[in-house]
């Protein structure tokens, strides 16, 4: 071989290895990269999660059903559930 090509291959072989060593440098960041990104998923994940739990309990206070069935289940349901044991007992009671 001439000296020409010894150059060629030189500066072909350099110009590889630069590539190769770029590559593998962008390979680790893009790794770091994407742990991170998976991270960052997961707390979205978790905020929506909570967004909708809040939408349902603000949803729940200000509807007029929402307002009525927590009406009914704090006061009016524990006063039905004494009435029905009272006809029960006066049920059981009458009929001996």
């Known amino acids: 071989m001439n000296v020409a090509e010894w150059i ?9 290895f630069v590539f190769l060593v ?3 440098v962008l390979l680790v960041k893009l790794i ?9 998923v997961v707390e979205g994940q978790d905020i929506a999660k909570n967004a909708n739990g809040i939408v349902s309990n603000v949803k729940g206070m200000t509807s007029i059903g929402g307002t009525m069935e927590m009406f009914v289940e704090k ?9 029905i ?12």
């Open 8 to 16: 060629l291959v030189a500066i072909l072989s350099i110009t590889l």
């Open 22 to 24: 770029v590559g593998i």
């Open 32 to 40: 770091g990269l994407s742990k991170e990104v998976g991270k960052v």
């Open 75 to 83: 006061y009016i349901n524990p006063k039905l559930k004494e009435k």
């Open 85 to 96: 044991k009272e006809d029960k007992k006066e049920t059981k009671d009458g009929g001996k």
